[in-house]
C-alpha cells in the first residue's frame, strides 16, 4: 500500500509519522477546554467530539468522542472500529467532499496538551523478548542457566499497577524503597540507585473476554499499539522480586506514548514470530504473522544537553506477540477488559547496540555507556530526559508513534522524615 | 463496649453477625430491583437508596447511595464516614424516633441477592502470614530456608487481577492451564488438579495517596475489611511462577464476603501484631494496634454431603497489619485509590489444624485430610463448596463477616477443542 494523500499538507511526507494511513487515537486539551477524543493527522488534530457534533462522524451508536478516553469506542466492537476508520479517511482525503466542514475542526499538535488516551483498566507487564530474558539471565545466572524453564513455553508475565500508567512527558520521580546490596548485612530504605527504563510496545485490548480465548480470537480483541517505557528500579527488585516478583520496583511509572496505533493501521507490517526451539502448545501456537516491523529507538539527553542515541530495535525481536501474549493471559478464565494495557517485555536484539534497558546495554553498571558529549551512564540520573521513538516503514510513507518521553526527577528528601 | 442495642429485634442476639455494632455495607438487589447500597441490621437490611431519597440520611454530599457500590461513600473521606456511621446508629437504635420512617426501608437478608460491594480499582495479594510461609518454604526448600531472605523485613506482595474478584456465592469453575509435573519432560495443557484454596482477610482502601505513606497514615486510609478466598491453582502455579510470581494461577477467581465491616466496628478488637525477629525499618515500625482479633474458619461440604470445618485460625497471626502493606505498597510513589483490594496473604496458626490452604492442610497433597463421613481430601474436588467465616466476639455481641462461600464446577471440555 502506497501513501495515501490528504488535503492536510503536512500529512504527505514521506517521513511524517502520522499521514492519513495511520491516523491514531489520542485524547487533547488545549488552553482553557477539556479533554477530549482527537485523531492525529500529519501536525494537527481532528476535533473528534466536534465532529461529532457538526454530524460529521455519527457511527450509529450514540455519542462517544466528548470523553477524555477511547474506551467507548473500543467497547463499541471491531466493525464499529471498522466504520469509523472507513469514516476518517473519506474526511481526510485529498479531494474530499468533507475538507470544508472538517477543517476548522483541526487543532494544531503544537497548541494541544496529550493525555493519556484511553482509561487504564489494568496493566500486565511480560518479559517476552528473547535477548532481553537472556541478556538478563547471564548476568543473574549465568548463560547455561539464562532462560527460566518455562521461558520457551509460556510468555511469561506477571500483573503491574494500572495506577502507576502516566502519559509521555509526564516527569518521573526516582523512588525510594528497601533496598539490600551484596554486601549488606541488613536492608535500608533508600532511594533507588540503579533507575532504569525498559523499552517497550503496549498492546491495548479493545474486547472484553470471560473465557479462554484462542491466539486468533485474542488477535481481533487487541484494538491497537503504543510505546512503552516500564521504568524500573534495579536494586529494589533486586531484593523484594523472591518469590512473588516485582512489585515496589515497577510501581513507581510505566509512561506510554499518547497515540493509540490502530492494529488496522500497523496492518502492513505484520511479520512471523522467530523460530521455535520448543514447539508450542496448541493453545499458544502461531497461526498467522502477529508481530509488527516496527524500528524502536531510545534517547538520552542529560539536563541541558544534547540526546544521544542509546539503543535501536525493532519489535519483530520479540519471541510471542501480543496475541500470544494476551490468549495466555485468559487461560484461567482471567477476565479481560477494554483497556487492559499488556507491556510487550524489554525489546532487545541480538547486538549490544539493540538493547533495551541501561541494565543490559551498561551490563549491569560494570560497563557504563558513553554518551555524545563525553558523558557515562550506567543507570538514569537525575535530569536525563529518556524518550522512546517507533515507526513502521511503509512504501514511501511512515507508521509513526510519536514519542514516548520523560524526565527523570532527584528523589524526595526522606518521605518519612515529618 | 456491650451490645448496642436496635429495635430490629434479630440484631440483639449476642451471637448475630450484624447488631448495631456492626453495620456493615453491601450492594443488594431484589426480584425486578437494580442493585443499591445497603447497611445489615440482624436478619435484614437498611435499603439506603431508599433512604437517601425518603431525606432519612443525608451526608450533605449529593447522591451516595443509588448506586451498585460503595466507593463513592469512601471517596468523601473519614468525616463522612463518621457521620454516616452515627447516623445510622441514630435511626437503628432502640426508642429511635426514625423507626416509623425506616422501618418501611428494611428488606429481609432472605429475599436479596447480594453483589460485589464496591468496585475493585485494583488488587493486591500478599504473603505476610508467617506460619504460612513457613509451612509452604518448608515443603519447597526446607525448615532452614523456609523464609525468604527478605521476608522478615517487609510485606511481600504481588499485583492480582481485578477483574477476577467476585461477590460470594459464585461458583468457581476449575481453570485449565500449563502444567509440568517433576517427572515430566515437557509441559502439557490440562485442567488443575492441585486447585485450592487461601483464607485471607481484605483489606479495602478507601482514600487516595500519590507518595509514600506512614503506617499511621495507611491505616487512617482503610475504610473496612472483608473475608478474601485467593483461589489458587498449585500445579499451574509451580511451573509459572519463577521468576516473575504468580500469573494465571491466581487469575480464576478472587471471592470476597458481600458486607465491608467497617474499620470504625473493628475498633474494639484491634491487637498487635507478633514479636519482631528483626526491628522493621521506620517506614514499616508498628506505630500502635493494627491487626484486630477476628475468629476465622473454613468448611468444606463436598456435593450433596455435611460441612466439616476443616480450619480455624485468628486474624492476629500475621506478621504484618493492612496498614504496614499499605504503607509498603506505596513506598515507590506507587498512586493507591479507593477500591483498590489489598489480600492479607494466607492465615495459618502454628497448629496444624490452623492452616488457612489445603496446600498446608493436607502438606502438598502427601496427607490428605478426612471429613466428617470419611471422604479425604489432598485438593478442592469438582462440587465442593467452600466457606470462609468470620468474626470478633465483644461483650454479648458479635461482629460479624457473614460468610465468603464458593462451590468449585467441574473445568470446562478441553476450551481449545473448536
Known amino acids: 500500500m502506497p501513501l495515501m494523500k490528504s488535503w492536510v499538507d503536512s500529512a504527505n511526507a514521506a517521513d511524517h509519522p502520522f499521514p492519513l494511513n495511520n491516523l491514531p487515537y489520542g485524547v487533547f486539551s488545549t488552553p482553557g477546554s477539556d479533554p477530549r477524543c482527537g485523531v492525529a493527522i ?27 478516553f477511547w474506551n467507548e469506542v473500543m467497547e463499541e466492537g471491531p466493525e464499529i472500529w471498522t466504520a469509523l476508520r472507513d469514516r476518517l479517511t473519506a474526511i481526510l482525503s485529498e479531494g474530499s467532499a468533507d475538507r470544508a466542514a472538517a477543517e476548522p475542526l483541526l ?88 533507575f532504569d527504563i525498559e523499552l517497550e510496545m503496549g498492546a491495548v485490548v479493545g ?5 479462554p480465548v484462542t491466539v486468533a480470537e485474542a488477535d481481533a480483541m487487541i484494538f491497537g499499539y503504543v510505546l512503552l517505557n516500564d521504568w524500573s528500579a534495579r536494586d529494589i527488585q533486586a531484593w523484594e522480586y ?35 526451539e520448543f514447539e508450542l502448545l496448541d493453545h499458544l501456537k502461531d497461526c498467522g504473522p502477529m508481530l509488527y516491523d516496527i524500528d524502536l529507538s531510545v534517547t538520552l539527553a542529560p539536563e541541558g544537553g544534547a540526546q544521544t542515541t542509546i539503543a535501536r530495535t525493532n519489535y519483530r525481536e520479540m519471541y510471542y ?33 539493540e538493547r533495551g534497558s541501561l541494565l543490559e546495554l551498561s551490563w549491569g553498571g560494570r560497563e557504563p555507556i558513553t554518551l555524545d558529549g563525553g558523558q557515562t551512564r550506567s543507570f538514569v540520573e537525575d535530569g536525563d530526559t529518556l524518550t522512546l521513538q517507533g515507526a513502521a516503514r511503509g512504501d514511501g510513507y511512515t507508521i509513526g508513534f510519536g514519542t514516548c518521553t520523560g524526565k527523570a526527577l532527584a528523589a524526595l528528601d526522606d518521605p518519612y522524615a515529618r
Not at 465532529?51 to 470523553?67: H, K, Q, R, S, Y
Request: charged share 15%.
Open 207 to 211: 474486547q472484553p473476554s470471560d473465557g
Open 42 to 68: 500529519g501536525d494537527m488534530i481532528l476535533d473528534m467530539a466536534a465532529a461529532e457534533d457538526a454530524g460529521l462522524v455519527d457511527p450509529g451508536t450514540g455519542p462517544l468522542f466528548d470523553v477524555p
Open 321 to 353: 506477540s501480543a496475541a500470544q501474549q494476551l490468549a495466555h493471559h485468559s487461560t484461567s478464565g482471567c477476565p479481560m477488559n477494554p483497556g487492559d494495557l499488556l507491556g510487550s517485555g524489554t525489546i532487545s536484539g541480538p547486538t549490544k547496540p
Open 242 to 276: 523472591q518469590p512473588l516478583g516485582p512489585f515496589q520496583a515497577k510501581a513507581t511509572a510505566t509512561s506510554i506514548s499518547p497515540w493509540i496505533v490502530t492494529r488496522a493501521a500497523l496492518e502492513p507490517f505484520r511479520c512471523d514470530t522467530p523460530a521455535r
Open 107 to 194: 487543532v494544531a499538535q503544537a497548541d494541544a496538551e496529550m493525555h493519556l488516551p484511553f482509561l487504564v483498566s489494568e496493566y500486565t507487564d511480560f518479559y517476552a523478548g528473547r535477548h532481553h530474558a537472556f541478556n538478563v539471565g547471564t548476568m543473574f545466572r549465568g548463560a547455561e542457566n539464562a532462560l527460566p524453564p518455562n521461558w520457551l513455553h509460556i510468555p511469561i508475565g506477571y500483573n503491574g499497577r494500572a495506577s502507576s500508567v502516566v502519559v509521555s512527558g509526564t516527569p518521573v520521580r526516582r523512588p525510594w524503597g528497601q533496598i539490600k546490596g551484596p554486601d549488606d548485612d541488613l536492608p535500608r530504605f533508600a532511594p533507588c540507585a540503579r
